[in-house]
Nanobody
Framework: QVQLVESGGGLVQTGGSLRLSCAPS????????MGWFRQAPGKEREFVTS????????RYADSVKGRFTISRDNAKNTVYLQMNSLKPEDTAVYYC????????????????WGQGTQVTVSS
């Protein structure tokens, strides 16, 4: 069983930055494909970014390309989401997710989910 512990959310002004962290317990981060999703009020949960197990291939939603960066620190067994140039439309609860699967993964492919962390961007 994998448990994901998230941290780093908060309130920031438009144009600001935040870094989210996700630490899996019970498994090494490099053995997992991990992703970040977000859900705004009244909307469906949507894909933000992901990083594959082993090779660390990354993928981004068009809405965050060039502003967000996913990375993995194997020494700290942690995956990060660096969010720059934040916009009010980035406001949402951000969820870390993980799976042992590899490939072009969809939301339903992820087996483990964090509790979510709130990110609020004020205009």
């Amino acid at each position: 069983q994998v448990q994901l512990v998230e941290s780093g959310g908060g309130l920031v002004q438009t144009g600001g930055s935040l870094r989210l962290s996700c630490a899996p317990s019970g498994r090494t981060a490099s053995d997992l494909s991990m992703g970040w999703f977000r859900q705004a009020p009244g909307k469906e949960r949507e894909f933000v970014t992901s990083i594959t197990r082993n090779f660390g291939l990354t993928r981004y939603a068009d809405s965050v390309k060039g502003r967000f960066t996913i990375s993995r620190d194997n020494a700290k067994n942690t995956v990060y989401l660096q969010m720059n140039s934040l916009k009010p439309e980035d406001t949402a609860v951000y969820y870390c997710a993980a799976t042992l699967k590899f490939g072009n993964l969809r939301l339903a492919d992820y087996d483990y989910w964090g509790q979510g962390t709130q990110v609020t961007v004020s205009s």
